[in-house]
Nanobody, 118 residues
Framework: QVQLVESGGGLVQPGGSLRLSCAAS????????LGWYRQAPGKQRELVASISGGSTNYADSVKGRFTISGDNAKNTMALQMNSLKPEDTTIYYCNALIRSGLSLSNLWGQGTQVTVSS
């Protein structure tokens, strides 16, 4: 069964950088769509960045600061976060829409905490 495993995250000072990674494993599949989301307590999960068909999309709040990347050959994706702000503090989740055979599956990583604080 395919699963996503996240790594990275942690504590960083305002203005600092972090890199989140996500790896898909556990079967034969192809990746259709990749994304990173975040969810603060009591709020809805929101899209941070995504890649689909080679095109990227970013939330206005992270444009120019975050960069999403994907490596289909290695089944990995990353989110490079620069110029971090305290309001970026929350849990981040990777997301992938994968095709295995004739079926599509929408998968989520386990989530990783990002804390931006001095």
């Amino acid at each position: 069964q395919v699963q996503l495993v996240e790594s990275g995250g942690g504590l960083v000072q305002p203005g600092g950088s972090l890199r989140l990674s996500c790896a898909a494993s556990g079967g034969i599949f192809s990746i259709v769509h990749l994304g990173w989301y975040r969810q603060a307590p009591g709020k809805q999960r929101e899209l941070v960045a995504s890649i689909s068909g080679g095109s990227t999309n970013y939330a206005d709040s992270v444009k120019g600061r975050f960069t999403i990347s994907g490596d289909n050959a290695k089944n990995t994706m990353a989110l490079q976060m620069n110029s971090l702000k305290p309001e970026d503090t929350t849990i981040y989740y990777c997301n992938a829409l994968i095709r295995s055979g004739l079926s599509l599956s929408n998968l989520w990583g386990q989530g990783t905490q990002v804390t931006v604080s001095s």
